[in-house]
């Protein structure tokens, strides 16, 4: 009696590159002391769409699975407020998030032969672009600009489903802290210092398809 062959188990093992779209709820912190007028506290969101690519590589051992992805977004990431300092003073601030990357380590269990589960890690960075305008009644208004690319850490999970023929899709999830930025600024007049820290932290969620040169069986 003829007996088919086994079924082919898909390999996770080798190069990949792919690319993803999602949403970011993000975090922003500002504090500030302006001499001889007050200071402020105030948290912000920072929402937006993004979108970018990725690239990596598996290696499978057993039903573990480890790897290495860096990945590069485009964002819209924005948000802004109007403050009051003192009755006569308010500042507005202006915060984008216009870009941002992670190159992060990657281990997985494989929940079924096609179906992985992972939790990753490692360094973020991104262009954070913080204004604040100063406006004084009577005198005007100024306004001081940060715009740097900042270094940090992310973490995250996800899940990752083979299609076969090399095709796979997952669903992410990052934290992304980008860390705080300090400074002193004078705002020309209307005659005020201030002195500045700007924190940003990320949460994002976004949907990936990869492809994996080789296949997959």
Same mark, same amino acid.
Do not use: C
């Given at each position: 009696?003829?007996?088919?062959?086994?079924?082919?188990?898909?390999?996770?093992?080798?190069?990949?590159?792919?690319?993803?779209?999602?949403?970011?709820?993000?975090?922003?912190?500002?504090?500030?002391?302006?001499?001889?007028?007050?200071?402020?506290?105030?948290?912000?969101?920072?929402?937006?769409?993004?979108?970018?690519?990725?690239?990596?590589?598996?290696?499978?051992?057993?039903?573990?699975?480890?790897?290495?992805?860096?990945?590069?977004?485009?964002?819209?990431? +924005?948000?802004?407020? $109007?403050?009051? #300092?003192?009755? @006569?003073? !308010?500042? /507005? &601030?202006?915060? =984008?998030?216009?870009?941002? %990357?992670?190159?992060?380590?990657?281990?997985?269990?494989?929940?079924?032969?096609?179906?992985?589960?992972?939790?990753?890690?490692?360094?973020?960075?991104?262009?954070? +672009?913080?204004?604040? $305008?100063?406006? #004084?009644?009577? @005198?005007? !208004?100024? /306004? &001081?600009?940060? =715009?740097?690319?900042?270094? %940090?850490?992310?973490?995250?999970?996800?899940?990752?489903?083979?299609?076969?023929?090399?095709?796979?899709?997952?669903?992410?999830?990052?934290?992304?802290?980008?860390? +705080?930025?300090?400074? $002193?600024?004078?705002?020309?007049?209307?005659?005020?210092?201030?002195?500045?820290?700007?924190?940003?932290?990320?949460?994002?969620?976004?949907?990936?398809?990869?492809?994996?040169?080789?296949?997959?069986?």
């Amino acid at each position: 009696m003829y007996t088919p062959p086994p079924a082919p188990v898909y390999s996770w093992t080798g190069i990949y590159w792919g690319g993803n779209v999602g949403y970011s709820w993000g975090h922003s912190k500002y504090d500030a002391t302006f001499l001889g007028v007050g200071s402020i506290s105030n948290s912000e969101k920072v929402d937006g769409v993004i979108g970018g690519v990725q690239t990596g590589y598996n290696y499978q051992f057993g039903t573990w699975v480890w790897g290495f992805e860096t990945d590069i977004q485009a964002s819209g990431q +924005k948000g802004g407020s $109007t403050l009051g #300092v003192l009755p @006569l003073t !308010s500042v /507005t &601030t202006d915060r =984008k998030l216009e870009w941002f %990357g992670t190159s992060r380590a990657r281990l997985g269990f494989l929940w079924s032969p096609n179906v992985l589960v992972y939790g990753t890690g490692g360094v973020a960075y991104g262009q954070v +672009k913080n204004s604040a $305008t100063i406006s #004084v009644a009577g @005198l005007g !208004s100024a /306004t &001081t600009t940060f =715009k740097d690319v900042k270094a %940090g850490w992310t973490a995250g999970g996800g899940i990752e489903g083979a299609l076969g023929g090399g095709w796979s899709v997952k669903l992410e999830y990052l934290y992304m802290d980008l860390g +705080k930025t300090e400074d $002193t600024d004078i705002a020309p007049g209307v005659g005020i210092t201030a002195q500045e820290s700007w924190r940003f932290t990320d949460n994002i969620v976004r949907v990936g398809v990869n492809y994996k040169f080789g296949g997959g069986y």
